[in-house]
């Protein structure tokens, strides 16, 4: 094992020499690589397939009789509602359940405080400014969301514990421009890492300046285990309860990577009193979602244990292939004091950090070798990571032996814009 930076000028020459000649092999092999976003790959879709073949007349009546193929049923069937509170742990009547997509409901839900506002306070958008808290990096399409209203972005940095709580405690309790904070509470897009117990109690404890201040828990991978020892999260409605805070949180979550992106169900959870508020412009914005989709989820998977199942075989797929990854990162970069990456027990991502101001190098070398990234920089607000340094690795999507070869390319490409930066300080 070789750390770079006590290699001698000449040893650094040598290396950089054997890592282009390596490089340009595989340049001349005129890859097409894609690992830029967290897609299922087709077999986990595959396993999932029969959900389709659940017969059309099991899926007209819900349990109370009501007719799935025509109008009705705002936030969603009884038994859907059942389904996903035990998912998230929260009563029936604290779920609204959407459409296809979380993401969307998270739209929805922050348009909706721009233009109507929130209980009875000044819309957003009539107010003079607007921030949220991003912790980062984070998921590039929160961030998204805020660029496009027009919202301020504020980065605080993720710990290993979840976001960084000194700071999140003072910027809101000092700000009444701060309207929200975004979370990705378990195994976190892209860090993979779960909130503590702790930084869930602080959350719920947070005494915000703005009245309509609210925590966006996008619990987008809750149940998307890649180990047998799980992470645990503590439930955040419960904990804003007890803390006299119980309207202070949003959780949303899919199906979309149980069953299939932009086919699932998506679901929002929060008190029975933003419930209320929320489902009185719900109406005039729709008559109810796909309740015929709905019920295909329940029918498939009943129960909670049944989605637990499911996702077992789901890590059966990802595991093998996240373990590759993380084999190949230590193969190639471990002990040269060049990277550092996580290994989560869950969800999609691996984020790795090269040294400062580097990232951009990479993504750049590794796309004229033909793999593709998520952008450097697109997991901080404004796409600009202030030390250039993180980078996103989505291993899921492509086939195992693709994977392998644009990980090793990808690594190949940090040791020599690593090599070349050290030669440069040298
Ligand atoms: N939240 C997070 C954290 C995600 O990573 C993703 C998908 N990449 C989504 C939401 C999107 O979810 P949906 O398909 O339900 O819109």
Known sequence: MIYYETLSKDELKNEIEALENRYNAFKGQKLKLDMTRGKPCSDQLDICMDMLDIPAKDLRRSADGTDCLNYGVLDGLPE?????AEMLEVDANEIIIGGNSSL???YDTVARAMSLGITGEIPWSKQEKVKFICPSPGYDRHFAICELFGIEMITVDMRQDGPDMDTVEKLVAGDEAIK?????PKYSNPDGITYSDEVVDRFAALRPKAKDFRIF???AYCVHHLSDKPDMLKN??????????EN?????ASTSKISFPGAGVAVMASSTGNISSIKKSLTIQTIGHDKINQLRHVKYFRNLEGITL???KHAGILKPKFDMVLEILEE???GKGIASWNKPNGGYFISLNTLDNCAKEVAKLAQEAGVALTKAGATYPYGKDPLDKNIRIAPTMPPVEELKKAIEIFAICIQLVSAKKIMEIA
């Open 236 to 245: 955040i409605l419960t904990a804003c309860k007890k803390a006299g805070n």
């Open 180 to 184: 929200g904070i975004w979370c990705v």
């Open 217 to 219: 828990w996008d619990n």
């Open 104 to 106: 969307n409901l998270m």
């Open 332 to 334: 190639e970069l471990g």
């Open 248 to 252: 202070m949180v949003y959780m949303f």
């Open 80 to 84: 859907a509602k059942a389904l996903f």
């Open 310 to 312: 499911h996702m077992k």
